[in-house]
Protein backbone atom coordinates (compact mmCIF):
# COMPACT_ATOMS: atom_id res chain seq x y z
CA UNK A 1 0.00 0.00 0.00
CA UNK A 2 1.72 2.83 -1.34
CA UNK A 3 0.51 6.58 -0.71
CA UNK A 4 -0.17 6.89 -4.21
CA UNK A 5 -2.71 4.08 -4.14
CA UNK A 6 -4.09 5.68 -1.16
CA UNK A 7 -5.03 8.44 -3.15
CA UNK A 8 -5.81 6.90 -5.74
CA UNK A 9 -8.41 5.18 -3.84
CA UNK A 10 -9.29 8.09 -1.97
CA UNK A 11 -10.48 9.96 -5.21
CA UNK A 12 -12.04 6.91 -6.36
CA UNK A 13 -13.89 6.59 -3.31
CA UNK A 14 -15.05 10.28 -3.22
CA UNK A 15 -16.14 10.43 -7.11
CA UNK A 16 -18.58 7.42 -6.53
CA UNK A 17 -19.91 7.89 -2.72
CA UNK A 18 -19.26 12.03 -2.16
CA UNK A 19 -22.82 11.90 -1.92
CA UNK A 20 -22.97 8.93 1.11
CA UNK A 21 -20.33 11.16 2.93
CA UNK A 22 -21.14 14.43 2.08
CA UNK A 23 -24.96 14.42 1.91
CA UNK A 24 -25.77 11.99 4.13
CA UNK A 25 -23.72 11.45 6.76
CA UNK A 26 -22.47 14.97 7.22
CA UNK A 27 -26.12 16.17 7.51
CA UNK A 28 -27.23 13.47 9.72
CA UNK A 29 -23.92 13.62 12.04
CA UNK A 30 -25.22 17.61 11.94
CA UNK A 31 -28.60 16.93 12.47
CA UNK A 32 -27.95 14.28 15.41
CA UNK A 33 -25.77 17.22 17.08
CA UNK A 34 -27.91 19.95 16.44
CA UNK A 35 -31.02 18.35 18.22
CA UNK A 36 -28.95 16.75 20.70
CA UNK A 37 -27.56 20.33 21.79
CA UNK A 38 -31.05 21.96 21.60
CA UNK A 39 -33.01 19.59 23.74
CA UNK A 40 -30.35 18.70 25.74
CA UNK A 41 -30.12 22.97 26.77
CA UNK A 42 -33.93 22.72 27.35
CA UNK A 43 -33.44 19.67 29.40
CA UNK A 44 -30.21 21.03 31.11
CA UNK A 45 -31.59 24.36 31.64
CA UNK A 46 -34.57 22.72 33.90
CA UNK A 47 -32.10 20.31 35.70
CA UNK A 48 -30.06 23.45 36.68
CA UNK A 49 -32.95 25.18 38.01
CA UNK A 50 -34.10 22.27 39.91
CA UNK A 51 -30.09 21.68 41.22
CA UNK A 52 -30.45 25.13 42.54
CA UNK A 53 -34.15 24.43 44.24
CA UNK A 54 -34.12 24.64 47.90
CA UNK A 55 -35.88 21.65 47.60
CA UNK A 56 -33.07 18.93 49.20
CA UNK A 57 -34.50 16.06 47.84
CA UNK A 58 -35.02 17.91 44.29
CA UNK A 59 -31.31 19.08 44.04
CA UNK A 60 -30.29 15.00 45.80
CA UNK A 61 -32.45 13.64 42.52
CA UNK A 62 -30.33 15.68 40.09
CA UNK A 63 -27.42 15.13 41.15
CA UNK A 64 -27.51 11.48 41.36
CA UNK A 65 -29.08 11.86 37.69
CA UNK A 66 -25.76 13.66 36.49
CA UNK A 67 -23.20 11.27 38.32
CA UNK A 68 -24.96 8.19 36.91
CA UNK A 69 -24.48 9.67 33.65
CA UNK A 70 -21.26 11.18 33.80
CA UNK A 71 -20.22 8.18 35.84
CA UNK A 72 -20.68 5.50 32.69
CA UNK A 73 -19.86 5.18 28.89
CA UNK A 74 -22.09 7.19 26.20
CA UNK A 75 -21.81 4.25 24.55
CA UNK A 76 -23.56 2.09 27.25
CA UNK A 77 -26.14 4.39 27.58
CA UNK A 78 -27.06 4.88 23.68
CA UNK A 79 -27.79 0.65 24.35
CA UNK A 80 -29.77 1.42 26.82
CA UNK A 81 -31.48 4.08 24.75
CA UNK A 82 -31.84 1.86 22.20
CA UNK A 83 -33.44 -0.83 23.61
CA UNK A 84 -35.46 1.08 26.54
CA UNK A 85 -37.12 3.70 24.52
CA UNK A 86 -38.97 1.84 21.88
CA UNK A 87 -40.66 -0.29 24.98
CA UNK A 88 -41.33 2.61 26.76
CA UNK A 89 -43.43 4.10 24.14
CA UNK A 90 -44.52 0.90 21.79
CA UNK A 91 -47.49 2.79 19.81
CA UNK A 92 -45.33 5.37 18.45
CA UNK A 93 -43.25 3.04 17.04
CA UNK A 94 -40.10 5.21 17.86
CA UNK A 95 -37.49 4.01 15.41
CA UNK A 96 -33.52 3.63 15.89
CA UNK A 97 -32.52 7.40 15.24
CA UNK A 98 -35.18 8.61 17.40
CA UNK A 99 -34.02 6.63 20.34
CA UNK A 100 -30.24 7.27 19.96
CA UNK A 101 -31.35 10.61 19.99
CA UNK A 102 -33.11 10.33 22.78
CA UNK A 103 -30.49 8.89 24.84
CA UNK A 104 -28.12 11.98 23.27
CA UNK A 105 -30.20 14.67 24.30
CA UNK A 106 -30.55 12.93 27.82
CA UNK A 107 -26.92 12.36 28.18
CA UNK A 108 -25.89 15.97 26.64
CA UNK A 109 -28.99 17.50 29.33
CA UNK A 110 -26.78 16.00 32.19
CA UNK A 111 -23.57 17.78 31.40
CA UNK A 112 -25.37 21.07 29.61
CA UNK A 113 -26.85 22.00 33.43
CA UNK A 114 -23.67 22.05 34.85
CA UNK A 115 -22.83 24.55 31.93
CA UNK A 116 -26.07 26.49 32.48
CA UNK A 117 -25.25 26.16 36.74
CA UNK A 118 -21.49 27.49 36.37
CA UNK A 119 -22.74 30.07 34.13
CA UNK A 120 -25.07 31.24 36.51
CA UNK A 121 -22.71 31.19 39.52
CA UNK A 122 -19.93 32.92 37.65
CA UNK A 123 -22.15 36.07 38.04
CA UNK A 124 -20.68 38.37 40.48
CA UNK A 125 -23.30 37.62 43.71
CA UNK A 126 -22.75 41.67 44.02
CA UNK A 127 -25.17 41.58 41.29
CA UNK A 128 -27.68 39.94 42.59
CA UNK A 129 -27.39 41.61 45.95
CA UNK A 130 -27.66 45.19 44.13
CA UNK A 131 -31.35 43.27 42.65
CA UNK A 132 -32.48 42.28 45.71
CA UNK A 133 -31.75 45.45 47.30
CA UNK A 134 -33.67 47.76 45.16
CA UNK A 135 -36.37 45.31 46.08
CA UNK A 136 -36.89 42.82 42.71
CA UNK A 137 -37.77 39.66 44.01
CA UNK A 138 -36.00 36.46 43.62
CA UNK A 139 -37.20 35.54 39.98
CA UNK A 140 -37.04 38.89 38.51
CA UNK A 141 -33.62 39.35 39.66
CA UNK A 142 -33.01 35.79 37.35
CA UNK A 143 -34.74 36.72 34.28
CA UNK A 144 -33.44 40.59 34.08
CA UNK A 145 -30.03 40.48 36.07
CA UNK A 146 -28.74 36.94 36.27
CA UNK A 147 -29.26 35.30 33.28
CA UNK A 148 -28.81 38.43 30.82
CA UNK A 149 -25.06 37.98 31.76
CA UNK A 150 -24.96 34.15 32.38
CA UNK A 151 -26.05 33.69 29.13
CA UNK A 152 -22.91 35.38 27.84
CA UNK A 153 -20.80 32.66 30.08
CA UNK A 154 -23.12 29.72 29.14
CA UNK A 155 -23.38 29.98 24.51
CA UNK A 156 -19.98 30.02 24.01
CA UNK A 157 -19.76 26.97 26.16
CA UNK A 158 -23.01 25.47 24.49
CA UNK A 159 -20.87 25.97 21.01
CA UNK A 160 -18.10 23.96 22.09
CA UNK A 161 -20.63 21.41 23.53
CA UNK A 162 -22.10 21.43 19.95
CA UNK A 163 -18.22 20.32 18.62
CA UNK A 164 -17.52 17.46 21.34
CA UNK A 165 -21.47 16.35 20.44
CA UNK A 166 -20.35 16.27 16.37
CA UNK A 167 -17.39 13.58 17.41
CA UNK A 168 -19.53 11.97 19.88
CA UNK A 169 -22.40 11.12 17.80
CA UNK A 170 -19.83 8.66 15.99
CA UNK A 171 -21.09 5.89 18.66
CA UNK A 172 -24.14 6.16 17.28
CA UNK A 173 -22.98 4.59 13.99
CA UNK A 174 -23.19 1.41 16.15
CA UNK A 175 -26.79 1.66 15.68
CA UNK A 176 -26.05 2.15 11.77
CA UNK A 177 -28.25 5.95 12.36
CA UNK A 178 -26.89 7.21 9.26
CA UNK A 179 -24.36 9.45 10.62
CA UNK A 180 -20.64 10.39 9.16
CA UNK A 181 -19.09 7.33 10.82
CA UNK A 182 -22.32 5.22 8.98
CA UNK A 183 -21.03 5.77 5.90
CA UNK A 184 -17.86 4.96 6.91
CA UNK A 185 -18.91 1.51 7.41
CA UNK A 186 -21.25 1.56 4.36
CA UNK A 187 -18.52 2.58 2.19
CA UNK A 188 -16.08 0.15 3.64
CA UNK A 189 -18.65 -2.69 3.04
CA UNK A 190 -18.56 -1.99 -0.61
CA UNK A 191 -15.32 -1.26 -1.56
CA UNK A 192 -13.35 -3.33 1.24
CA UNK A 193 -11.07 -0.29 1.45
CA UNK A 194 -11.47 0.44 5.24
CA UNK A 195 -8.03 3.11 5.49
CA UNK A 196 -8.85 5.37 2.76
CA UNK A 197 -12.40 5.57 3.86
CA UNK A 198 -11.92 5.99 7.63
CA UNK A 199 -9.19 8.83 5.98
CA UNK A 200 -12.09 11.10 4.37
CA UNK A 201 -14.15 10.39 7.33
CA UNK A 202 -11.72 11.59 9.62
CA UNK A 203 -10.96 14.24 7.42
CA UNK A 204 -14.72 15.70 7.11
CA UNK A 205 -15.38 15.08 11.57
CA UNK A 206 -11.89 17.30 11.35
CA UNK A 207 -12.77 20.16 9.19
CA UNK A 208 -16.34 20.23 11.18
CA UNK A 209 -15.25 20.39 14.44
CA UNK A 210 -12.58 22.86 13.51
CA UNK A 211 -14.38 25.26 11.75
CA UNK A 212 -17.10 25.37 14.28
CA UNK A 213 -14.85 25.59 17.07
CA UNK A 214 -13.28 28.78 15.39
CA UNK A 215 -16.53 30.08 14.93
CA UNK A 216 -17.35 29.59 18.72
CA UNK A 217 -14.14 31.59 19.69
CA UNK A 218 -14.84 34.34 17.52
CA UNK A 219 -18.16 34.91 18.63
CA UNK A 220 -16.74 34.36 22.19
CA UNK A 221 -13.93 37.47 22.00
CA UNK A 222 -16.85 39.37 20.44
CA UNK A 223 -19.08 38.32 23.67
CA UNK A 224 -15.97 39.47 25.85
CA UNK A 225 -15.75 42.98 24.00
CA UNK A 226 -18.90 44.13 24.66
CA UNK A 227 -18.09 43.46 28.58
CA UNK B 1 -33.67 65.40 61.87
CA UNK B 2 -36.64 64.29 63.53
CA UNK B 3 -37.70 61.78 66.45
CA UNK B 4 -39.33 60.06 64.50
CA UNK B 5 -37.25 56.25 64.65
CA UNK B 6 -37.40 55.08 61.06
CA UNK B 7 -35.14 51.46 61.70
CA UNK B 8 -34.19 50.27 65.14
CA UNK B 9 -32.32 47.21 65.95
CA UNK B 10 -32.79 45.60 69.25
CA UNK B 11 -30.16 43.17 70.12
CA UNK B 12 -29.41 41.74 67.29
CA UNK B 13 -27.38 39.16 66.81
CA UNK B 14 -25.23 36.98 63.74
CA UNK B 15 -22.77 34.38 63.30
CA UNK B 16 -21.34 32.94 60.52
CA UNK B 17 -20.47 29.12 61.35
CA UNK B 18 -18.80 29.31 64.47
CA UNK B 19 -17.50 33.16 64.21
CA UNK B 20 -20.41 35.60 66.00
CA UNK B 21 -19.74 38.79 63.80
CA UNK B 22 -23.23 40.46 65.75
CA UNK B 23 -23.09 40.40 69.49
CA UNK B 24 -26.19 42.52 70.60
CA UNK B 25 -26.31 45.12 68.32
CA UNK B 26 -28.90 48.25 69.65
CA UNK B 27 -29.34 51.59 66.96
CA UNK B 28 -31.73 53.74 67.07
CA UNK B 29 -32.17 55.64 63.91
CA UNK B 30 -34.05 58.56 63.19
CA UNK B 31 -35.44 60.06 60.25
CA UNK B 32 -33.47 62.78 58.41
CA UNK B 33 -30.09 61.49 60.80
CA UNK B 34 -26.98 61.03 59.23
CA UNK B 35 -25.17 57.89 60.95
CA UNK B 36 -21.78 56.80 60.19
CA UNK B 37 -20.35 53.86 61.37
CA UNK B 38 -16.34 53.44 62.01
CA UNK B 39 -13.75 50.73 62.76
CA UNK B 40 -11.30 47.91 62.26
CA UNK B 41 -12.05 45.95 59.75
CA UNK B 42 -13.70 42.68 60.55
CA UNK B 43 -15.93 44.44 63.08
CA UNK B 44 -19.24 43.36 61.71
CA UNK B 45 -19.79 46.80 60.34
CA UNK B 46 -21.06 45.66 56.66
CA UNK B 47 -23.06 42.74 58.40
CA UNK B 48 -24.61 44.95 60.58
CA UNK B 49 -25.53 47.20 57.81
CA UNK B 50 -26.54 44.03 55.68
CA UNK B 51 -29.12 42.64 58.44
CA UNK B 52 -30.89 46.17 58.45
CA UNK B 53 -32.58 45.35 54.46
CA UNK B 54 -31.94 41.49 55.38
CA UNK B 55 -29.48 40.73 52.91
CA UNK B 56 -27.92 39.31 55.61
CA UNK B 57 -30.43 37.19 57.83
CA UNK B 58 -29.73 38.14 62.27
CA UNK B 59 -29.89 34.79 64.06
CA UNK B 60 -31.59 36.65 66.93
CA UNK B 61 -32.65 39.88 67.81
CA UNK B 62 -35.52 42.79 65.83
CA UNK B 63 -34.89 44.67 63.06
CA UNK B 64 -37.70 47.43 63.27
CA UNK B 65 -38.94 49.61 59.91
CA UNK B 66 -41.13 52.12 60.28
CA UNK B 67 -42.73 50.56 63.25
CA UNK B 68 -43.11 47.22 61.81
CA UNK B 69 -40.50 44.30 62.94
CA UNK B 70 -39.29 43.01 59.18
CA UNK B 71 -37.01 40.31 60.15
CA UNK B 72 -39.84 37.84 61.16
CA UNK B 73 -41.08 34.84 58.35
CA UNK B 74 -43.90 35.74 56.56
CA UNK B 75 -43.24 39.69 55.53
CA UNK B 76 -42.57 40.84 52.37
CA UNK B 77 -39.15 42.00 52.44
CA UNK B 78 -38.93 42.96 49.16
CA UNK B 79 -41.28 45.73 50.04
CA UNK B 80 -39.45 47.10 52.78
CA UNK B 81 -36.20 47.01 50.31
CA UNK B 82 -38.05 49.11 47.89
CA UNK B 83 -37.58 51.66 50.86
CA UNK B 84 -34.25 51.34 51.27
CA UNK B 85 -31.40 52.05 49.10
CA UNK B 86 -28.33 50.35 49.57
CA UNK B 87 -25.05 51.43 47.67
CA UNK B 88 -21.88 48.97 47.85
CA UNK B 89 -17.83 49.32 47.70
CA UNK B 90 -18.33 47.45 44.59
CA UNK B 91 -20.92 49.61 42.87
CA UNK B 92 -22.37 46.72 41.61
CA UNK B 93 -23.90 48.39 38.37
CA UNK B 94 -25.47 46.20 35.97
CA UNK B 95 -23.12 45.74 33.13
CA UNK B 96 -25.50 44.91 30.37
CA UNK B 97 -27.70 47.52 30.79
CA UNK B 98 -27.52 51.22 29.66
CA UNK B 99 -26.74 54.05 32.24
CA UNK B 100 -30.25 54.98 32.20
CA UNK B 101 -31.71 51.19 31.93
CA UNK B 102 -29.96 50.94 35.04
CA UNK B 103 -32.31 53.54 36.90
CA UNK B 104 -35.38 52.81 35.11
CA UNK B 105 -35.23 48.79 35.89
CA UNK B 106 -36.49 48.91 39.58
CA UNK B 107 -38.97 51.21 39.53
CA UNK B 108 -40.67 50.25 36.07
CA UNK B 109 -40.52 46.69 37.13
CA UNK B 110 -42.37 46.89 40.74
CA UNK B 111 -44.95 49.42 39.18
CA UNK B 112 -43.55 52.37 40.79
CA UNK B 113 -43.50 54.50 37.33
CA UNK B 114 -44.37 54.40 33.95
CA UNK B 115 -41.49 53.98 31.83
CA UNK B 116 -41.72 57.50 31.04
CA UNK B 117 -42.25 58.92 34.28
CA UNK B 118 -38.84 57.11 35.28
CA UNK B 119 -37.37 58.15 32.44
CA UNK B 120 -37.79 61.71 33.18
CA UNK B 121 -36.64 61.13 36.71
CA UNK B 122 -33.76 59.34 35.57
CA UNK B 123 -32.59 62.05 33.28
CA UNK B 124 -32.96 64.68 35.94
CA UNK B 125 -30.98 62.00 38.64
CA UNK B 126 -28.00 62.44 36.09
CA UNK B 127 -28.48 65.60 35.56
CA UNK B 128 -28.18 66.25 39.29
CA UNK B 129 -24.80 64.48 39.48
CA UNK B 130 -23.23 65.58 35.95
CA UNK B 131 -24.00 62.14 34.24
CA UNK B 132 -26.43 63.16 32.07
CA UNK B 133 -24.32 62.61 28.48
CA UNK B 134 -23.73 59.35 29.76
CA UNK B 135 -27.30 58.33 29.42
CA UNK B 136 -26.72 56.07 26.84
CA UNK B 137 -23.38 54.49 27.51
CA UNK B 138 -22.74 51.09 29.16
CA UNK B 139 -21.31 51.37 32.57
CA UNK B 140 -17.83 49.93 30.94
CA UNK B 141 -17.45 53.19 29.43
CA UNK B 142 -17.72 54.48 33.22
CA UNK B 143 -15.36 55.61 35.97
CA UNK B 144 -15.31 54.23 39.14
CA UNK B 145 -16.40 57.57 40.87
CA UNK B 146 -19.19 57.24 37.64
CA UNK B 147 -20.59 54.05 38.32
CA UNK B 148 -20.81 54.90 41.80
CA UNK B 149 -22.86 58.04 41.38
CA UNK B 150 -24.56 55.93 38.79
CA UNK B 151 -25.29 53.27 41.66
CA UNK B 152 -26.10 56.01 43.82
CA UNK B 153 -29.04 57.40 41.56
CA UNK B 154 -29.75 54.21 40.86
CA UNK B 155 -31.04 53.49 44.73
CA UNK B 156 -32.79 57.19 44.96
CA UNK B 157 -34.95 56.21 41.88
CA UNK B 158 -36.75 53.66 44.10
CA UNK B 159 -37.42 57.46 46.37
CA UNK B 160 -35.90 55.47 49.49
CA UNK B 161 -36.69 56.81 53.02
CA UNK B 162 -33.44 55.65 53.87
CA UNK B 163 -29.84 54.71 52.46
CA UNK B 164 -27.38 52.66 53.45
CA UNK B 165 -23.67 53.26 51.84
CA UNK B 166 -21.62 50.38 52.55
CA UNK B 167 -17.45 52.62 52.34
CA UNK B 168 -18.82 53.93 49.22
CA UNK B 169 -15.39 55.36 48.53
CA UNK B 170 -13.05 52.49 49.22
CA UNK B 171 -12.34 50.70 45.88
CA UNK B 172 -12.09 54.03 44.13
CA UNK B 173 -9.18 55.97 43.49
CA UNK B 174 -8.43 58.99 45.15
CA UNK B 175 -8.76 61.37 42.86
CA UNK B 176 -12.68 59.96 42.73
CA UNK B 177 -13.72 60.08 46.24
CA UNK B 178 -14.53 63.54 46.42
CA UNK B 179 -16.78 63.76 43.49
CA UNK B 180 -18.60 61.02 45.25
CA UNK B 181 -18.51 62.45 48.73
CA UNK B 182 -20.15 65.36 47.24
CA UNK B 183 -23.15 63.56 45.62
CA UNK B 184 -23.53 62.06 49.27
CA UNK B 185 -23.21 65.20 51.24
CA UNK B 186 -25.70 66.76 49.25
CA UNK B 187 -28.04 64.00 49.94
CA UNK B 188 -27.58 64.16 53.58
CA UNK B 189 -28.10 68.07 53.32
CA UNK B 190 -31.02 67.51 51.48
CA UNK B 191 -32.72 65.71 54.63
CA UNK B 192 -31.83 62.03 53.26
CA UNK B 193 -31.68 59.42 56.45
CA UNK B 194 -28.39 57.77 55.77
CA UNK B 195 -26.32 55.12 57.53
CA UNK B 196 -22.74 55.31 56.13
CA UNK B 197 -19.95 52.63 56.64
CA UNK B 198 -16.35 54.64 55.72
CA UNK B 199 -12.98 54.90 56.60
CA UNK B 200 -12.65 58.23 55.74
CA UNK B 201 -12.97 60.41 59.19
CA UNK B 202 -13.38 63.69 57.69
CA UNK B 203 -16.24 62.93 56.01
CA UNK B 204 -17.91 61.42 58.83
CA UNK B 205 -16.95 64.35 61.22
CA UNK B 206 -18.66 66.65 58.54
CA UNK B 207 -21.70 65.31 57.76
CA UNK B 208 -22.90 62.68 60.55
CA UNK B 209 -25.31 63.75 63.19
CA UNK B 210 -23.81 60.98 65.16
CA UNK B 211 -21.05 58.39 64.46
CA UNK B 212 -20.74 54.91 66.32
CA UNK B 213 -17.64 53.45 66.76
CA UNK B 214 -18.44 49.31 66.09
CA UNK B 215 -15.61 46.40 67.08
CA UNK B 216 -15.74 42.94 67.78
CA UNK B 217 -19.50 42.82 66.84
CA UNK B 218 -20.30 45.42 69.29
CA UNK B 219 -21.20 48.84 69.48
CA UNK B 220 -18.12 50.63 71.49
CA UNK B 221 -18.90 53.53 71.90
CA UNK B 222 -20.78 56.30 70.03
CA UNK B 223 -21.40 60.31 70.01
CA UNK B 224 -21.46 63.53 67.75
CA UNK B 225 -18.26 63.73 66.02
CA UNK B 226 -16.46 66.14 68.13
CA UNK B 227 -16.83 64.09 71.09
CA UNK B 228 -16.29 60.47 69.33
CA UNK B 229 -13.53 61.71 67.36
CA UNK B 230 -12.09 64.18 69.46
CA UNK B 231 -12.70 63.04 73.11
CA UNK B 232 -13.50 59.32 73.17
CA UNK B 233 -13.44 57.45 76.41
CA UNK B 234 -13.05 53.75 75.56
CA UNK B 235 -9.57 52.83 75.24
CA UNK B 236 -10.69 50.67 72.28
CA UNK B 237 -11.53 53.84 70.47
CA UNK B 238 -8.87 55.79 71.71
CA UNK B 239 -6.49 52.83 69.78
CA UNK B 240 -8.47 52.73 66.86
CA UNK B 241 -8.12 56.37 66.21
CA UNK B 242 -5.11 56.63 67.33
CA UNK B 243 -4.04 54.57 64.38
CA UNK B 244 -6.19 56.29 61.44
CA UNK B 245 -6.13 59.91 62.39
N1 LIG C 1 -20.82 35.56 54.29
C1 LIG C 1 -19.89 35.38 55.23
N2 LIG C 1 -19.49 34.12 55.55
C2 LIG C 1 -18.56 33.91 56.50
N3 LIG C 1 -17.96 34.90 57.22
C3 LIG C 1 -18.32 36.16 56.95
C4 LIG C 1 -19.30 36.47 55.95
N4 LIG C 1 -19.45 37.81 55.91
C5 LIG C 1 -18.62 38.31 56.84
N5 LIG C 1 -17.93 37.33 57.48
C6 LIG C 1 -16.97 37.50 58.56
O1 LIG C 1 -17.58 38.29 59.54
C7 LIG C 1 -16.64 39.20 60.11
C8 LIG C 1 -17.19 40.60 60.05
O2 LIG C 1 -17.27 40.97 58.69
P1 LIG C 1 -17.78 42.38 58.20
O3 LIG C 1 -17.66 42.36 56.73
O4 LIG C 1 -19.11 42.65 58.77
O5 LIG C 1 -16.71 43.37 58.83
P2 LIG C 1 -16.45 44.89 58.49
O6 LIG C 1 -16.49 45.60 59.78
O7 LIG C 1 -17.39 45.35 57.45
O8 LIG C 1 -14.97 44.88 57.93
P3 LIG C 1 -14.28 45.71 56.75
O9 LIG C 1 -13.90 47.05 57.31
O10 LIG C 1 -13.09 44.90 56.39
O11 LIG C 1 -15.28 45.81 55.65
C9 LIG C 1 -15.34 38.99 59.37
O12 LIG C 1 -14.52 38.17 60.17
C10 LIG C 1 -15.76 38.29 58.11
O13 LIG C 1 -14.73 37.44 57.68
MG1 LIG D 1 -17.15 45.90 55.40
Redesign the pocket.
Given at each position: MTFTTVFQNIIKILTKYWDVFLIKGVSVTLALAAITVFFGAILGALLAIMKMSRLGILRAVVTAFVEVIRGTPLLLQLYIGYFIVPLMVPALEIGTFASIAVALVINSAAYVSEVIRSGIQAVDIGQTEAARSLGLNKSQTMTKVILPQAIKNILPALGNEFVTIIKETSLASTFFVGDLMTSYLVVKGQTYLAFESLIIVGVLYFVLTFVLSKLVGAYERRLKQSD | MTDTVLIETRNLTKS??G?Q?LKGVDLQVHQGEAIAII?P????????LRCLNLLETPDGGDVIFEGQKINQKGTDVDQYRQKMGMVFQHFNVFPHMTVLQNITLAPVLLKKKTPAEAEAQALSLLERIGLLDKKDEYPRKLSGGQKQRLAIVRALAMEPDVMLFD?PTSALDPEMVGEVLSVIRALVKAGMTSVI?THEMGFAREVADRILF?ADGVIVEQGVPAELLDRPRQPRTQEFLSKVL
Open positions: - | FGLVGSGGGKSTFEVM
